[in-house]
C-alpha cells in the first residue's frame, strides 16, 4: 500500500487548506481501513489529528476539533482533511495513514505513513 499526500503550503492565520491522501495497492479499498492524520511540528511529538474508522466513525484531537473535518472518497480510495480557521499551532508535517483497526493504526502509524505533506501557518 503506497500513501501520498498533498494540499499542504502556507496559509494565514485563520485561513483554510485542504489535504488529500491517495491510497494505492493491489486490492487496497480504503471503506475497509480505518485512515487518519496525524502531524509533528518541530520540537514537538507526533499527535494524532483524526480518524475515520472503517465504520465511518469519526474521531478528533481536541486542539482541532470544530476547525478541522476528516472525509473519505472510497470510489477514489482517497482521504481528505478540511482544515479551518488556521492557527499557528497547527504547523507541521502532516501525514496521512491506513490500517486493517484502528488499534493497529495508532500503535504503528509512523511505519505505514506517506511522504508527508507541510503545513505552515502565520
Known amino acids: 500500500v503506497q500513501l501520498v499526500e498533498s494540499g499542504g503550503g502556507s496559509a494565514q492565520a485563520g485561513g483554510s487548506l485542504t489535504l488529500s491522501c491517495v491510497v494505492s495497492?493491489?486490492?487496497?479499498?480504503?471503506?475497509?481501513?480505518?485512515m487518519g492524520w496525524f502531524r509533528q511540528a518541530p520540537g514537538k511529538e507526533r499527535e494524532g489529528v483524526a480518524r475515520?474508522?472503517?465504520?465511518?466513525?469519526?474521531w478528533y484531537a481536541d486542539s482541532v476539533k470544530g476547525r478541522f473535518t476528516i472525509s473519505r472518497d472510497n470510489a477514489k480510495n482517497t482521504l481528505y482533511l478540511q482544515m479551518d480557521s488556521l492557527t499557528p499551532e497547527d504547523t507541521g508535517m502532516y501525514y496521512c495513514?491506513?490500517?486493517?483497526?484502528?488499534?493497529?493504526?495508532?500503535?504503528?502509524?509512523?511505519?505505514?505513513r506517506g511522504p508527508g505533506t507541510q503545513v505552515t501557518v502565520s
Open positions: 495513514a491506513a490500517d486493517s483497526a484502528c488499534w493497529l493504526l495508532l500503535t504503528r502509524w509512523y511505519l505505514r
Open positions: 495497492g493491489y486490492g487496497f479499498k480504503s471503506r475497509s481501513y480505518c
Open positions: 475515520i474508522t472503517s465504520e465511518g466513525t469519526l
